[in-house]
């Protein structure tokens, strides 16, 4: 019987044009659609820019522009980029819209009139210099739960728990650096806690007949959440605020992540109206019909917990299933702009690379579990090159000559046993492909599609056609093997046919045959005329990949992405009197720029800075400006240091765990206290304007820092 479902991918926020780490997941959902609709079930794919709240309200401000017309733009961009990666939404929309308003505040004043909203007056942080309350986002400081610096205020990317902002360990405001004050502010809350045993009855398969609702993994991590107690979740806003106004609270607005995920219902309710599709035969509690939720592990949270509890809240179904994917590296590395692998889906189309090559890559390595991906730029080119050119089109550029030439195109009526017992073989292996796409393993997919087309070549080479092709008495053997060959070739068509969409349809066309399910690929085609054959794809060119690379390199400095915590470093070197105003809207980087004179790289390498891990931190008797700190320092071993920046650290024994940067070939001092051997950085104009520089999770004690 053929399935309904309804399917979405995380929104993209729309304050920026989208990168290969936001591709991951999507191209994860669209092969999993492309997948079941193979498979005969009616699948509805819906998505939307997520286009509300401060971020993009100060992007628009920036831009001089109203929001509208900011989120219009973005949208544009994002739907471009979507449509040359062959996604195949059956509506994609914007939070920003009618349906949405609607939805939002239908669930909203069902929550209200089930007794789970609450008013309460709380105190939040509001930045004194830019006069507003801030968002979470706009704040940041040490993670209270495990103490890593510079996270954002409402979750750690370091641990993943979430707090409020008031939570964080020396708050500072992102947009002018200021320390936050608190004010008092009504606030209102979605009383969540409400909902405990409802979410142990759905992760615990109660409304799927019993099947999880995600990932092992991604329970557990629910679970322990659940286990740690739920806390009630402040869903309003002050104005200023792009969004939606809450209704009878005027000058409040729903938080961003209210009626983001309700914009999967709105995409879905706009699709409605355009098809005649009901609404509610998807979304009354008691549908028989599946909603399944792609979402990326940073969001596991909102969408485990408090939708769910929001749905049932309001009177609707909860999703049948959430499937988080991981984290995109590049080059085993975080993204990097200096490193040019900060790369937009727009930048790696104009450097000429295919669409489906990095389809083809993701699914290669993507399971059902939510693991990150790397995308190594060489390995990506191998594994293109080898795999999808070099196995799979080479069995058609290599056989469908030879049928044109001798055959007037057409395949051998039947297989010899060789062929038969051969081809029985490669689609035993095909049996449970629509299995494996169905529990989102498409890396044991590709594992198939290597598998069956080695056992083709193998056999293609063993038989050797073009010798066959010189010996007129070998016709029929030349036929065996050239239909054998294109079957394959077809078979695997089919196998990829969710992955590589626009490439699989050139395939159809040049088979003269259709392939619209999974079955469709298993039938033979025996004696069937097929057209010439033409270059499905080409290989990789490094200088594609390289031009991508560079590309994303110029765009340093020029990228419409927020500028990170303003750093106090740049007056260290300069001046005052030069420091340009935080208005300026240039990333901090560039404002060294102008720095007086310049120094060669030579100069730069005489220094020899390292990371060292404080292994001690205490006051120094006798004197009021000096601390004195032990550092481990990897090879190096164990350092001394003093360092001038007492009246800017009060507890200096909170310092020890920390990561420093330190001069490890300054010439040693011998002080009033000891030795002091290196010197410890810190940026500021002194006294209590001090800050100790950091370096992230990972940093080996004595590594350099070049
Ligand atoms: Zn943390």
Redesign the pocket.
């Known amino acids: 019987m053929s399935r309904r479902l309804l399917v979405t991918h995380a929104l993209p926020y729309a304050n920026g044009p989208l990168h290969l780490g936001h591709m991951l997941g999507y191209i994860q959902t669209d092969i999993w659609v492309r997948a079941q609709r193979m498979m005969g079930n009616e699948v509805h794919f819906v998505a939307a820019d997520d286009a509300h709240g401060t971020p993009i309200m100060l992007a628009a401000e920036k831009a001089g522009v109203s929001p509208e017309v900011f989120i219009a733009e973005i949208r544009a961009g994002h739907e471009a980029d979507f449509s040359d990666f062959h996604f195949s939404f059956d509506h994609y929309h914007t939070t920003h819209s009618e349906e949405n308003r609607e939805l939002a505040s239908l669930i909203y004043t069902r929550l209200r009139a089930g007794g789970f909203i609450a008013n309460r007056t709380i105190q939040q942080l509001f930045d004194p210099e830019k006069d507003m309350f801030l968002p979470d986002r706009y704040i940041k400081g040490v993670?209270?739960?495990?103490?890593?610096p510079d996270?954002y205020g409402d979750n750690?990317?370091?641990?993943?728990?979430t707090y409020a902002p008031t939570d964080l360990i020396n708050p500072y405001s992102v947009m002018s650096g200021a320390t936050p004050v608190l004010r008092d502010s009504e606030h209102y809350f979605f009383e969540l806690s409400k909902f405990e045993p409802l979410l142990r009855d759905w992760f615990g398969g109660k409304f799927t007949a019993g099947k999880p609702v995600a990932n092992s993994g991604v329970v557990a991590k629910l679970m322990e959440w659940l286990d740690g107690g739920l806390k009630d979740w402040d869903i309003s806003r002050d104005a200023p605020y792009f969004g939606f106004p809450i209704p009878d609270a005027p000058g409040k607005f729903f938080y961003v992540w209210l009626d983001a995920p309700v914009g999967y219902l709105a995409s879905f309710k706009a699709l409605c109206h355009q098809t005649g599709l009901k609404f509610d035969d998807f979304l009354s509690p008691d549908s028989t019909a599946e909603m399944h939720h792609f979402i990326g592990k940073d969001i596991i949270n909102f969408h485990g917990l408090f939708w769910p509890a929001m749905l049932h809240g309001a009177q609707l179904r909860t999703p049948t299933a959430l499937h988080v994917n991981g984290y995109l590296s590049i080059n085993g590395a975080k993204m990097s702009k200096s490193r040019g692998t900060f790369i937009k889906a727009r930048t790696y189309l104009d450097a000429g690379l295919h669409p489906e090559f990095l389809r083809y890559y993701f699914a290669t390595m993507l399971s059902d579990a939510p693991v990150d991906v790397d995308l190594d730029l060489k390995a990506f080119e191998e594994r293109v090159n080898s795999h999808l050119i070099g196995k799979w089109v080479n069995i058609a550029s290599r056989t469908a000559g030879f049928v044109q030439k001798y055959f007037d195109g057409r395949l051998a009526d039947h297989f010899d046993a060789e062929e038969a017992e051969i081809w029985r073989f490669i689609e035993s292996h095909y049996d449970d492909v629509s299995k494996l796409y169905e529990d989102g393993e498409f890396a044991e997919v590709t594992r198939k599609f290597v598998l069956i087309a080695d056992v083709i070549n193998g056999y293609i080479a063993a038989k050797a056609p073009w010798l066959m092709a010189k010996d007129d008495s070998r016709r029929d053997e030349l036929q065996q093997v050239c239909t054998l060959a294109l079957n394959g070739f077809r078979l695997l068509a089919g196998l990829l046919k969710p992955v590589l969409p626009a490439t699989v349809a050139a395939a159809e066309q040049f088979l003269a045959a259709p392939i619209s399910n999974f079955d469709d690929a298993r039938r033979t085609l025996f004696g069937q005329t097929i057209q010439p054959f033409e270059s499905l794809l080409s290989r990789i060119d490094p200088k594609h990949v390289e031009a991508m690379v560079e590309a994303s390199k110029e765009s340093l400095g020029t990228s419409s992405e927020p500028v990170v915590a303003p750093v106090k470093a740049a007056s260290v070197k300069k001046p005052k009197e030069s420091s340009k105003p935080m208005s300026d809207s240039k990333p901090a980087i560039s404002d060294t720029a102008d720095a007086t004179s310049t120094i060669s790289i030579d100069d730069f390498a005489k220094l020899d800075l390292r990371i060292g891990k404080v292994t001690a931190c205490e006051f120094v008797d006798g004197s009021d400006k000096l601390l004195r700190f032990e550092l481990d320092a990897g090879t190096l071993g164990k350092r001394q240091i003093f360092s001038g920046i007492r009246a800017a650290y009060a507890e200096p024994e909170k310092l020890v765990g920390r990561n420093v940067v330190f001069i490890a070939n300054l010439a040693p001092r011998k002080m009033r206290f000891g030795l002091s051997e290196g010197m410890i950085l810190s940026a500021g104009d002194g006294g209590s304007d001090l800050f100790l520089l950091d370096a992230d999770q990972g940093a080996a004690p004595g590594a350099a820092v070049r």
Not at 156 to 161: H, L, P, V
């Open positions: 993670c209270p739960n495990c103490g890593t996270q750690c990317e370091n641990c993943g728990a």
